[in-house]
């Protein structure tokens, strides 16, 4: 039987459009300002028959940017002397962009044709952005003021679980130095924007946390030379310091039993999971880019199952994630009905907290979505209008 996808040839072109679109959308809205090479990439493959054409070889729902790039990035960890690696920091490589990136990555990607079918046909998207944990603990500071006291933690779409160790890790945040554990040996730097930039730490101590648990549909095992080299693949090529903190950290999770990553589908198993938590303490669900791997239906069916844990305990949904995409698993989150969800260019940074008969949202932050920066809330009836007002000039 072959594994080639059965596109007729309508179908096939309308999905070739909307790859273009897609790569397009990826450079202007994820790259920019943050890769020049994934940018240059991104706009390049859009215009490369040859390249769609890799995609179109593999399953509709593997046909993502992100995975393409992790896996040519993977290759590369292995032939640090081709032409594409001196474009690669990670990798050693001190070339700037110029016109020879795009070629340089159509002849490695013709030259390992095999190779890279085989990974975008049978690997998972990965990434553990330990940066995302400074949204994590900024939910986590906001469910503590309203619900005092320990807490048990969850991340849906876990990867390896690193972001549960958030209190082992210490911070730099719009400046304030913020130690999580003694002598960590990870460091998470972010800056913060807007009116609370000097304003001086933007959240307290991390609670105490009775409990960690990680859900994913594939857990990366740290303890797995190609596991751990997969999840170092989706860090971009400029990124070498997000390179070091991300092997500090599977570093310190390898070190650690805290942490459990079980196999487990978001939208069907959470609240399972969640009800076979010991205690009776709050609950809190971290989610981080979760959403955008989800169909709308599973979005509110993922809703649906916090909704349901929530009858049998506290449970508080922290989440960084695209505004339309929240808005749309949970309708119900009415601070989402103005502006703020148009703008899926930045991450929005809320805490829900749910009980029976009980319901309390927030909108804490807008941030950009790989928590480089973060602009908080100037009060509790924020809608960013001043943020997305710069955005747009932009």
């Known amino acids: 039987m072959s594994d080639q996808p059965d596109d007729p040839a309508g179908d096939r072109d309308i999905e070739v459009r909307r790859l273009r679109r897609l790569f397009r959308f990826f450079a202007a809205t994820q790259c920019r300002g943050r890769s020049p090479v994934y940018e240059t990439l991104s706009e390049g493959i859009a215009d490369d028959d040859g390249l769609l054409d890799l995609l179109m070889s593999t399953p509709g729902e593997q046909r993502r940017p ?32 110029d016109d020879g990136l795009v070629p340089a990555f159509a002849a490695f990607c013709a030259g390992h044709r095999d190779e890279l079918g085989r990974l975008l046909r049978s690997r998972s998207t990965q990434t553990n952005e330990i940066r995302r944990c400074v949204a994590l603990r900024l939910g986590l500071d906001h469910v503590s003021r309203r619900w005092p006291g320990p807490l048990a933690l969850v991340e849906a779409g876990a990867s390896a679980g690193l972001n549960l160790l958030l209190d082992r890790y210490r911070y730099r945040v719009g400046g304030h130095e913020t130690p999580s554990g003694a002598a960590s040996p990870v460091t998470i730097a972010c800056e913060v924007r807007g009116g609370s930039a000097t304003a001086g730490p933007i959240f307290g101590p991390v609670p105490e946390i009775t409990s960690r648990l990680g859900i994913d549909q594939h857990p990366v095992n740290m303890a797995d030379p190609d596991a751990r080299a997969w999840l170092e693949a989706f860090i971009w090529p400029e990124h070498t310091d997000d390179l070091a903190v991300l092997r500090g950290a599977i570093d310190l999770a390898v070190s650690t039993a805290d942490v459990t990553v079980v196999p487990g589908d978001a939208i069907t198993d959470t609240a399972r999971l969640i009800g076979e938590l010991p205690g009776r303490e709050p609950v809190v669900v971290f989610t981080a880019t979760l959403l955008s791997y989800l169909t ?52 929005l940074v809320g805490a829900g907290l749910l009980g029976p008969g009980h319901r309390d949202d927030a909108l804490l932050a807008m941030a950009d979505p790989y928590l480089r920066w973060i602009a908080p809330a100037r009060d509790e009836t924020d809608d960013f209008q001043w943020l997305l007002a710069s955005a747009d000039a932009d």
Do not use: I, M
């Open 296 to 347: 709308a239906d599973a979005r509110t069916a993922f809703a649906a199952q916090l909704r349901k844990a929530a009858a049998q305990r506290p449970v508080a949904w922290v989440f960084a994630e695209a505004p339309a995409l929240v808005a749309t698993a949970d309708p119900g989150l009415a601070a989402l009905a103005g502006p703020v969800a148009q703008h899926n260019s930045l991450f």
């Open 66 to 97: 992100s995975l393409l790039f992790a896996a040519v990035n993977l290759l590369l960890a292995s032939n640090p002397g081709s032409t594409l690696a001196d474009y690669y920091p990670v990798h050693g490589g001190r070339r700037p962009v």
